[in-house]
């Protein structure tokens, strides 16, 4: 038998992380009333399922500062609150989730001089959920590219030419700050340019390894003639041997304004090294500039294995404790084999503005989820920081109701 401890657990509460002030879990309790229909010719109870119910119960030290204990619940809302408690920091890992009314806040200080609060709530047309985390507890994403090498502020940073055209650092655009990076076309066709040369691949890229997720996003601008751009990656083997490149959607740039090309990609099987690649389609011919800024490489949590495939639906929870940008969508991806990933209907999250959120969604308890499942990422205006902890309750029976 497998015996854990309580070690390393966290606990979030309406888009707040309150892990470093919550001591102590009194109940995470979901429990289902029964109805006593005993007949006239039964001599013992007979009971059906009634309505499920839940709470958690929780104490936290005192801590006035802005986003933490005492900000945060003293308020007591009168809407609901969503709160996770993630036994561990690993994908797969068990989640209690509820949407709830938190019912009291109430410190005390004990004649030791510790300062707490005794925290109720109790669950609100859903009774605890127990899923597993699609994240490694509360996840940071954060842009791998720093300095020259995401904004080209002085100049190109590791950056190369890769086909078919000359990379330079440019004053002449600028997406944020005062430099861009400017492709030139040495000939008509397909140009790219790549975060650093392929003989650098072990020092100057990103490990990865088969199956991670990656999204990456770049600000593309026209010189003159507008063309579709795409950004990808470029995988590499553990000994440098280039295997393939998986672009996102592409999108037409504009000499008139700045375009978002992003895309969210898998590593292939034999992936030990990554870099990104920025492509240009078909340029009319040589001297074609186009720009390009505020590159981003976001390695995102990996997948995580169910089993097998069932056909009874899913819920998922989100908090987003910290955002910078414009806007990310979280959402659920399943697969058959762990390579070929693809959004499971119904299981996107609303589009997140800021931080300090929290959601649930679900599909029809007859819907099929696949065997494994991941929390992947789009962004139609961009962002380079979230911080954001995803569960899914991926039913095991047919029939689950609320």
């Not at 990103?206 to 990656?233: D, E, I, K, L």
Request: proline share 2%; net charge negative.
């Amino acid at each position: 038998m497998s015996k854990t401890s309580g070690l390393g657990d966290q606990f979030l509460i309406g888009g707040y992380d309150l892990s470093g002030e919550v001591n102590a879990l009194g109940k995470i309790s979901g429990s289902l009333a029964t109805l006593d229909m005993t007949p006239i010719n039964k001599s013992a109870h007979v009971r059906l399922d009634g309505i499920k119910d839940g709470g958690i119960d929780f104490t936290v030290l005192f801590d006035p500062a802005a986003g933490h204990s005492h900000p945060v619940l003293a308020t007591l809302p009168r809407t609901d609150v969503i709160a996770f408690y993630l036994r561990g920091g690993a994908v797969g890992n068990p989640a209690a989730c509820e949407v709830a009314k938190q019912v009291d806040y109430n410190p005390s200080r004990a004649n030791d001089g510790m300062l707490s609060s005794s925290v109720a709530t109790v669950s609100n047309g859903f009774s605890i959920e127990w899923g597993n985390q699609l994240t490694a507890g509360l996840f940071t994403v954060v842009n791998s590219l720093t300095g020259q090498n995401t904004g080209f502020e002085g100049g190109l940073g590791n950056w190369v030419a890769a086909t078919n055209n000359t990379s330079t650092d440019t004053s002449a655009q600028a997406h944020t700050g005062s430099n861009s990076m400017s492709m030139s076309s040495t000939a008509g066709g397909d140009m790219t340019s790549a975060s650093c040369a392929a003989g650098s691949i072990a020092a100057q890229g990103f490990a990865v390894t088969p199956g991670a997720q990656v999204n990456v996003q770049a600000w593309v601008r026209a010189a003159v003639s507008a063309r579709t751009c795409s950004v990808g990656v470029d995988w590499y083997t553990a000994g440098g041997a280039f295997v393939s490149t998986s672009y996102g959607t592409g999108a037409a740039d504009s000499a008139a304004a700045w375009t978002l090309v992003s895309g969210t990609v898998v590593a292939p099987a034999t992936a030990a090294f990554a870099r990104v690649n920025v492509k240009v389609a078909a340029t009319g011919g040589a001297s074609e500039v186009h720009y390009v800024d505020d590159v981003v490489f976001l390695l995102l949590p990996g997948s995580y294995d169910t089993g097998a495939a069932a056909s009874f639906g899913a819920q998922a929870y989100l908090q987003v404790v910290a955002f910078t940008g414009t806007d990310v969508t979280v959402k659920v991806q399943d697969s058959a084999d762990n390579v070929s990933f693809a959004d499971v209907s119904g299981l996107a999250f609303a589009q997140t503005t800021a931080a300090h959120t929290a959601q649930r969604i679900a599909i029809a308890n007859t819907a099929t989820v696949r065997r494994y499942v991941a929390a992947t990422l789009t962004t139609a205006g961009g962002f380079s920081a979230l911080s954001f902890a995803a569960v899914i309750v991926k039913n095991s029976y047919a029939g689950v109701t609320f």
